[in-house]
């Protein structure tokens, strides 16, 4: 038998400024950088989204299991070893554009400035804050990407939909996990309108029209030849953001416009800088690779 090969591990804990979704009120959260030969990604699970919590991960690891996050970390370290292995940069391509995410204290009209054309707010039960930030962000030429995290009940974010006008519904562009699935709820949605983006499950909720988020941590993504997609990184790591950046850039030469939208990457915006954040750089609504050889940070 050969022998296996050694995975070794490293705990941090990112630390947010403030919740970062709504499902979540945790401004900790906790992860592991993995190497295994030459190669590095993360595991940055998110228990609130289904994920298995990370003393879980690390055991299925060192078992040889596999659970989904873990499958989109391995896919991470072997394109990294690869490419350090060869002693080059996987960043041959120019990284796809990103919309801003939105924070408490943003400047819409900053943002604007910066070259950024798509504003994404996390939706909450606080319709009336909602509302408000779309008019502010919408007000500065930006189209709006909302995503809820499924966290209303059935019905709900079409009460909220009804409630906004012709004009703020023209400046929405995608609306992730509206409410709480049901094939009839969602299917109501649709009829009146409203953009449906998949952020999970494609291949139960997919229907014509709809857009589908492909986050490379989690390889769950279902694309046909016609689906609108955009790629985001999965609010994690700065390997893990970098590695969703690398596939990003693959999928926008492959598919160019029309199907492939202005991505998602610049989430180390979220976070309290580290010795990793700090080296990230953006160039407008553009990451700029790290320097090194795979996915970079060499040194560290």
Not at 158 to 181: H, Y
Request: charged share 30%; aromatic share 10%; proline share 4%.
């Amino acid at each position: 038998m050969g022998s296996v090969e050694p995975i070794y591990y490293w705990r941090y804990t990112l630390k947010s400024r403030a919740a970062l979704n709504a499902v979540s009120g945790r401004t900790e959260h906790e992860g592991a950088l993995i190497k295994i030969g030459e190669g590095h990604g993360c595991i940055h699970p998110w228990p609130e989204l289904g994920d298995e919590p990370l003393e879980k991960q690390l055991k299925i690891l060192s078992e040889g299991g596999e659970t989904l996050l873990l499958r989109g970390t391995k896919q991470c370290v072997e394109t990294d070893e690869s490419f350090r292995m060869g002693g080059v940069h996987i960043f041959k391509r120019p990284f796809p554009k990103s919309h801003w995410l939105v924070r408490g204290g943003d400047d819409p009209g900053f943002a604007a400035s910066e070259g950024f054309g798509i504003a994404k707010i996390k939706g909450t039960r606080d319709f009336e804050t909602v509302r408000e930030l779309i008019t502010q962000w919408s007000g500065e030429g930006m189209k709006i990407r909302l995503d809820f995290n499924e966290v209303l009940e059935t019905g709900q974010f079409l009460d909220f939909w009804n409630s906004l006008s012709g004009e703020l519904k023209d400046t929405i562009c995608a609306v992730e996990d509206p409410e709480a699935w049901t094939d009839e709820g969602w299917m109501k949605l649709r009829v009146e309108g409203v953009p449906i983006t998949l952020d999970r499950e494609a291949s139960k909720r997919l229907q014509a029209r709809d857009t589908v988020v492909v986050k490379p941590a989690r390889p769950d993504y279902l694309l046909n030849h016609d689906t609108r997609f955009f790629v985001t990184s999965y609010m994690d790591h700065a390997i893990g953001q970098m590695w969703a950046a690398a596939v990003a850039a693959g999928f926008h030469e492959a598919h160019g416009r029309g199907r492939f939208l202005t991505c998602g990457l610049l989430t180390h915006r979220c976070f309290e800088d580290d010795e990793f954040f700090e080296r990230i750089r953006c160039d407008g609504p553009r990451l700029l690779p790290v320097e090194g050889t795979g996915l970079g940070f060499d040194d560290l």
